[in-house]
């Protein structure tokens, strides 16, 4: 009875007892019980404690037997219900993660989550279907070894941490065999941290099997894929932004709250030494942001407008964020304590604070006017050259805007540079255009190659054209900045690649004009017919990128080829004259006149010809009149 009155009395003070704090609670071990301590006498029986440990093994083996004779039995039971729906989606996850279909295939019909398939292709169905690929641990004998794992996913459960494969439906109706490959598809990645939508070539419906997609759809995906940028370049931005030194001084600044306390610390001469140390550091950041900020700009000489607007983005980012560092409370208390210390170094500090400040005033200035400008950047990259030019008079309109107004990007150096990445963009897009669908141009039918570039030069020539028209305008209003601008520098490009493509064009017309020649069945032409298909191969099988006018191996080669085409012409112009130099019958020289005439882009002297064969046609005639005469 009396123990009965200790125990209760124990654990009325216990309860008593305040709670201890949560991570006490996680980390000390509970107090032992009456429970515990029998079950503690149990363990101490070594018969009970083998004999169970051994009955849990075998079951746990007879169990994962079950599981896996199950598991194995729900796969094929799945194998079953595959069609032609399954089969798209794993032979798009192969493709795109490089496994083998069979692999892919059978991982996925393994998968607890694997109805969610079947959810996916019923009408009103799941709007999406996600396959995470990433690594996972996974159970080998008695260890776990890492290795990449192909499973369903939900998006919720899981966090993802390597590539999610994802398909969207665009229509409520059930998804079947025959539309399942209208559905979109891509691929999220997670890198560094932070996820990056990557849209394929498979997101648009129209690059699978020639379905025509509407145009809201195509502004749709433009808008979606200049959203990521945007993300990506703010991710950058916050990566590289630069964070001020702290330096411990966290609990002094902490305890200054009123004038009294600034006066306190600046009288410690610890605190103060630890303070102008403090400045001494930002100071030293806040150098190397701007002498980082006034090194000259190293970028790709084919770079477009779109990294001119990236560029001051980043500045601004960059700028803003020392600046709302400098005026935080933390630096306001340091600067504070130094002031009422007389620190010299806060002359320097000041002299900083105004560079930051315009530097930031600057790129938030630049960001302003450059996003005027944004809304051309879009066609510049996606239209055509033939609908580009619709979009110069009021890219041109917007320059002279920003040149005119603009307080700190009106410079001929920046202007300059702004229209030689605009160049920079029309070319890029020129050669995409030419390109489009094949990998050689010479894949192209000749009417295709010859009008992509023959509209690629009008685009030039638009180009040109709009600039001196902005250019007379402003002369009309002297009261305007001028374009006063490189001429050479902005357009030199484009007028080398155009040059470059007046030469392709003379390739192509030319090898048309022989086009005819392996045609003709004339006695002994069969040699020029060889030599022709020889210069016409070697044209076509350069390995270099006949559209770079950066490379002058090609120069070399077209000078080669007007060599080999004149020579070419010189033995056809033989081969000719020496048959009419024979002594033929009048129709079996008209016969050879009319087989020349089908190479007659080769601009062969068949003048001559004629008149020797109309000589002969007439001595014929005179023949025969005598004859008719005699007789």
């Not at 037997?65 to 729900?74: G, L, V």
């Not at 410690?268 to 550091?281: D, I, P, Q």
């Not at 210390?341 to 806060?346: D, N």
């Not at 902005?490 to 017309?509: A, H, P, Q, S, Y």
Request: aromatic share 8%.
């Amino acid at each position: 009875m009396a123990d009965t009155e200790h125990e209760e009395g124990l654990e009325e003070k216990e309860a008593n007892k305040p709670e201890s704090p949560k991570p006490d609670q996680e980390v000390a071990p509970p107090l032992i019980s009456k429970d515990d301590k029998e079950a503690k006498k149990q363990a101490q029986k070594p018969q009970v404690k083998t004999t169970t440990k051994a009955k849990n093994v075998i079951l746990s083996g007879e169990t994962m037997k079950e599981m896996q004779k199950q598991a194995k039995a729900n796969k094929e039971e799945r194998r079953l219900q595959l069609d032609g729906r399954h089969k798209y989606l794993f032979e798009q996850m192969a493709n795109a993660l490089s496994l083998d279909l069979a692999t892919v295939e059978d991982t996925i019909l393994g998968d607890e989550k694997f109805d969610a398939m079947e959810s996916f292709f019923v009408a009103n169905g799941s709007r999406r279907l996600m396959f995470f690929y990433q690594e996972a641990a996974r159970s080998v004998g008695n260890n776990q070894t890492p290795g990449k794992k192909l499973f369903i996913s939900n998006g919720d459960t899981e966090s993802l941490h390597g590539m999610c494969l994802f398909f969207l439906r665009t229509t409520v109706k059930g998804i079947t065999i025959q539309n399942v490959a209208q559905e979109q598809w891509g691929t999220l990645t997670k890198e560094r941290g932070g996820g990056k939508a990557a849209t394929e070539e498979e997101t648009t419906p129209s690059d699978k099997s020639g379905i025509a997609i509407s145009e809201q759809v195509v502004d749709f995906l433009e808008q979606v894929e200049k959203f990521v940028n945007s993300l990506m370049s703010a991710r950058s931005n916050m990566e590289g932004r630069v964070e001020l030194a702290e330096n411990g001084v966290g609990p002094i600044i902490d305890t200054i709250k009123t004038p009294a306390d600034y006066q306190d610390a600046a009288s410690n001469t610890e605190s103060l030494e630890k303070m102008e140390e403090l400045l001494l550091m930002w100071l030293k950041q806040i150098e190397q942001v701007l002498a980082e900020s006034e090194q000259m700009r190293r970028e790709a000489d084919d770079i477009g407008p779109t990294a001119e607007l990236a560029y001051w983005k980043s500045r601004m980012a960059k700028f803003n964020n020392l600046l709302e560092q400098m005026k935080s409370p933390r630096v306001k208390a340091v600067v504070g304590i130094l002031q009422v210390a007389r620190s010299k170094a806060l002359k320097k500090w000041k002299d900083l604070d105004g560079r930051i400040t315009d530097a930031a005033n600057e790129a938030k200035d630049n960001v302003k006017y450059l996003y005027t400008l944004d809304k051309f950047f879009g066609p510049l990259v996606k239209c055509t050259p033939a609908t580009m030019i619709e979009h110069i008079p009021s890219l041109m309109n917007a320059v002279r805007m920003i040149y005119s107004i603009s307080q700190y990007y009106n410079t001929s150096e920046r202007m300059t540079s702004l229209f030689v990445k605009v160049t920079n963009q029309m070319i890029t897009t020129c050669k995409a255009y030419i390109y489009q669908g094949v990998s050689k141009i010479w894949e192209l039918p000749r009417p295709v190659l010859l009008e992509r570039l023959a509209e690629c030069m009008k685009l030039n020539e638009a180009y040109q054209h709009h600039f001196q028209k902005t250019k007379e305008r402003l002369r009309e209003n002297p009261n305007e900045r001028q374009f006063e601008f490189s001429e050479n520098y902005i357009f030199g490009k484009f007028d080398t690649f155009c040059k470059r493509l007046e030469k392709i064009t003379d390739m192509v017309n030319t090898i048309e004009m022989f086009a005819g020649l392996p045609d003709i069945k004339i006695e002994g032409i069969d040699t020029i017919g060889v030599r022709y298909k020889t210069i016409v191969d070697g044209a076509k099988k350069k390995n270099y990128d006949i559209l770079d006018h950066r490379k002058g191996e090609f120069d070399q080669d077209y000078v080669d080829f007007r060599n080999q085409v004149e020579n070419l012409h010189n033995a056809i112009q033989t081969f000719m004259d020496s048959w009419f130099q024979r002594s033929l019958p009048t129709e079996k020289a008209l016969e050879l006149l009319a087989k020349f005439e089908a190479i007659g882009g080769a601009q062969l002297d068949l003048t001559e010809k004629y008149i020797r064969v109309m000589l002969g046609y007439g001595r014929d005639l005179e023949q025969i009149r005598k004859v008719y005469q005699e007789a």
